[in-house]
């Protein structure tokens, strides 16, 4: 439970301790003097979202530090789990918020994060502000209350592993059914795919080879009548070919070599220029293939494929002999799909049934504490003077969820004769308040939650309504330490601890700070609470309240 709060720099808050007692604690004050800030300390030391804008101005950080003893098994667990340790049965939670927004966390004086105090600060403290009403309007809030008393919470969990089991198997399945009615169609795709690119026979690197010998071969009438003319140029049976040309004169040469020595040598150049003509004009006969034509056909067909292949799918044609490989890939998968389909429809199958068992399980457990949950909130609002409401958690069948099969709501009937009718359409503020103080006394044995505080449940109450809540609240911190901020003497009598918040100026800034008062100081602010003024009446009322609380506590 909470024994001792720290807080320094929050808001109109310098710096305030406060110890508190294992029972019931409450705290009073003016409007204004710090009440709310006090449970948003606490709500930091939680975990919850905070902002720059509580640090108190001008000062650097915001520091709020809680001490907690006697732990519940489940929260010592927790500590355990997140790698803490709970020294003597007690553990510290600290949070600070700095001016510039950055935020902290420590378990034990170790660092740590909000998620972790978010953890551990549910298993330590339940508040419960006027906020928490509005909680009751919600028909899934309303469900975790039966399941929280029905103590079901294993049972559901177990269930809920078991529907995610057969979520996922029914979304891989029908995955798998949609993807199978498109098989057939997949496959004559993919074959056509590997049909057609089969046929253009590509290997890398081979696409701009087989553009560049088209382009020779539409060229290869040019170059042909080329060819030719240097043939005839060169070795031709007419007497103006090259090569007869240069025998004749070297004939020429050779004749007058004799007289003329220069000429002799030229001739014998001449002879090592005429092997090489000849030889250049074996060489062209050589190139002047006759199959030209046909192999033009032939690439122009593959080069015309080509192209269409890579227009149509948007590739070159390295990237479409990849695609190829790709195909043949996928069309292998294809095989086998319907071995996996009928092996998942019998796996849904069998998790349908269990489904459908846990969730007509749950159903029973809930129909059964609804009953007995109705009956002893109920019995509570009888005692917080609501004699004539009745509550009742209607189990109604739905289709199965994450949930289980059933839709939970609560129904109230506020006046004898009057028919049930939902809480979230017809309840006031004051009947909330003692609705939810009702389910929380209830809830007492059920949660093992050691702290609860309630801020400002007198709400929308007065009179002998707020002498029963008081009691009630008394009641309850028989079981668990209770703090509750209020307004009404009639609950603040019934306390074992009074806290009294007070705001103070000095020097042009505010300051609050906290007293715990002994039987005069809680007679004067009971007084005070009364009527404002502290009058001689309010006081002897004040007197007489303490006095009966004192008695029948």
């Given at each position: 439970?909470?024994?001792?709060?720290?807080?320094?720099?929050?808001?109109?808050?310098?710096?305030?301790?406060a110890?508190?007692?294992?029972?019931?604690?409450?705290?009073?004050?003016?409007?204004?003097a710090?009440?709310?800030?006090?449970?948003?300390?606490?709500?930091?030391?939680?975990?919850?979202?905070?902002?720059?804008?509580?640090?108190?101005?001008?000062?650097?950080?915001?520091?709020?530090?809680?001490?907690?003893?006697?732990?519940?098994?489940?929260?010592?667990?927790?500590?355990?789990?997140?790698?803490f340790s709970a020294?003597?049965?007690?553990?510290?939670?600290?949070?600070?918020?700095?001016?510039?927004?950055?935020?902290?966390?420590?378990?034990?004086?170790?660092?740590?994060?909000?998620?972790?105090?978010?953890?551990v600060?549910?298993?330590l403290?339940?508040?419960?502000?006027q906020?928490?009403?509005?909680?009751?309007?919600s028909?899934?809030?309303?469900?975790?209350?039966?399941?929280?008393?029905?103590?079901?919470?294993?049972?559901?969990?177990?269930?809920?592993a078991?529907?995610?089991?057969?979520?996922?198997?029914?979304?891989?399945?029908?995955?798998?059914?949609?993807?199978?009615?498109?098989?057939?169609?997949?496959?004559?795709?993919?074959?056509?795919?590997?049909?057609?690119?089969?046929?253009?026979?590509?290997?890398?690197?081979?696409g701009?080879?087989?553009?560049?010998?088209l382009?020779?071969?539409?060229?290869?009438?040019r170059i042909?009548?080329?060819?030719?003319?240097?043939?005839?140029?060169?070795?031709?049976?007419?007497?103006?070919?090259?090569?007869?040309?240069?025998?004749?004169?070297?004939?020429?040469?050779?004749?007058?070599?004799?007289?003329?020595?220069?000429?002799?040598?030229?001739?014998?150049?001449?002879?090592?220029?005429?092997?090489?003509?000849?030889?250049?004009a074996?060489e062209?006969?050589?190139?002047?293939?006759?199959?030209?034509?046909?192999?033009?056909?032939?690439?122009?067909?593959?080069?015309?494929?080509l192209?269409?292949?890579k227009?149509?799918?948007?590739?070159?044609?390295?990237?479409?002999?990849?695609?190829?490989?790709?195909?043949?890939?996928?069309?292998?998968?294809?095989?086998?799909?319907?071995?996996?389909?009928?092996?998942?429809?019998?796996?849904?199958?069998?998790?349908?049934?269990e489904?459908?068992?846990?969730?007509?399980?749950?159903t029973?457990?809930?129909?059964?504490?609804?009953?007995?949950?109705?009956?002893?909130?109920?019995?509570?609002?009888?005692?917080?003077?609501m004699?004539?409401v009745?509550?009742?958690?209607a189990?109604?069948?739905?289709?199965?969820?994450?949930?289980?099969?059933?839709?939970?709501?609560?129904?109230?009937?506020?006046?004898?004769?009057?028919?049930?009718?939902?809480?979230?359409?017809?309840?006031?503020?004051?009947?909330?308040?003692?609705?939810?103080?009702?389910?929380?006394?209830?809830?007492?044995?059920?949660?093992?939650?050691?702290?609860?505080?309630?801020?400002?449940?007198?709400?929308?109450?007065?009179?002998?309504?707020?002498?029963?809540?008081?009691?009630k609240?008394?009641?309850t911190?028989?079981k668990?330490?209770?703090?509750?901020?209020?307004?009404?003497?009639?609950?603040?009598?019934?306390?074992?601890?009074?806290?009294?918040?007070?705001?103070q100026?000095?020097?042009?800034?505010?300051?609050?700070?906290?007293?715990?008062?002994?039987?005069d100081?809680?007679?004067?602010?009971?007084?005070?609470?009364?009527d404002?003024?502290?009058?001689?009446?309010?006081?002897?009322?004040?007197?007489?309240?303490?006095?009966?609380a004192?008695?029948?506590?």
């Amino acid at each position: 439970m909470l024994k001792e709060l720290s807080i320094e720099n929050l808001a109109v808050i310098e710096r305030v301790d406060a110890r508190f007692d294992d029972k019931f604690n409450v705290f009073t004050g003016e409007t204004g003097a710090g009440k709310s800030i006090l449970i948003g300390g606490i709500n930091a030391i939680l975990g919850q979202r905070t902002t720059k804008d509580i640090v108190r101005t001008g000062a650097p950080k915001a520091v709020i530090s809680a001490v907690f003893d006697e732990l519940p098994a489940e929260a010592a667990d927790k500590l355990s789990e997140l790698g803490f340790s709970a020294e003597d049965g007690e553990v510290m939670l600290t949070r600070e918020i700095s001016a510039d927004g950055k935020s902290s966390a420590r378990i034990n004086g170790r660092t740590a994060t909000a998620a972790m105090l978010r953890e551990v600060g549910s298993l330590l403290v339940d508040i419960h502000g006027q906020h928490e009403n509005r909680i009751l309007m919600s028909n899934d809030n309303q469900r975790d209350i039966l399941d929280s008393y029905g103590a079901i919470g294993e049972i559901l969990e177990d269930y809920r592993a078991k529907f995610r089991d057969f979520s996922r198997v029914s979304r891989k399945l029908k995955t798998l059914r949609e993807e199978n009615e498109n098989r057939a169609f997949k496959t004559e795709r993919l074959t056509a795919v590997i049909e057609e690119l089969e046929a253009l026979n590509l290997s890398k690197g081979e696409g701009e080879r087989l553009e560049s010998e088209l382009e020779r071969c539409r060229s290869s009438a040019r170059i042909r009548a080329a060819l030719y003319n240097a043939y005839s140029c060169l070795y031709a049976e007419e007497s103006s070919a090259a090569t007869d040309l240069l025998r004749e004169a070297r004939k020429a040469l050779e004749s007058v070599s004799d007289a003329e020595p220069a000429a002799g040598e030229l001739a014998g150049r001449l002879d090592e220029i005429i092997p090489e003509a000849e030889d250049i004009a074996s060489e062209i006969i050589s190139l002047m293939r006759d199959d030209d034509d046909y192999r033009r056909e032939e690439l122009a067909d593959r080069v015309s494929a080509l192209k269409h292949a890579k227009r149509r799918y948007n590739m070159d044609s390295d990237e479409l002999v990849d695609y190829l490989e790709q195909c043949r890939g996928e069309l292998a998968e294809l095989g086998g799909m319907e071995d996996e389909i009928e092996e998942l429809s019998e796996r849904k199958h069998i998790l349908a049934e269990e489904v459908k068992s846990r969730a007509d399980n749950i159903t029973a457990l809930r129909t059964a504490a609804a009953e007995k949950l109705s009956a002893e909130i109920c019995g509570e609002l009888n005692f917080l003077a609501m004699p004539q409401v009745k509550i009742v958690f209607a189990v109604k069948p739905d289709k199965i969820t994450i949930n289980g099969r059933d839709t939970v709501e609560m129904l109230i009937s506020a006046n004898a004769g009057e028919e049930l009718k939902p809480l979230n359409k017809i309840a006031s503020g004051g009947e909330l308040s003692r609705i939810m103080l009702a389910i929380k006394s209830v809830l007492a044995d059920n949660d093992g939650i050691p702290t609860l505080i309630f801020d400002e449940v007198d709400a929308g109450i007065s009179g002998r309504a707020a002498q029963k809540v008081g009691i009630k609240l008394a009641e309850t911190a028989r079981k668990r330490q209770v703090l509750c901020i209020t307004h009404l003497a009639q609950i603040a009598s019934r306390a074992d601890c009074h806290l009294l918040i007070e705001k103070q100026t000095d020097g042009g800034r505010t300051f609050t700070h906290i007293e715990r008062l002994d039987f005069d100081g809680r007679k004067a602010e009971l007084a005070r609470i009364i009527d404002g003024e502290g009058s001689d009446s309010s006081l002897k009322a004040a007197e007489e309240m303490l006095t009966e609380a004192m008695k029948s506590g």
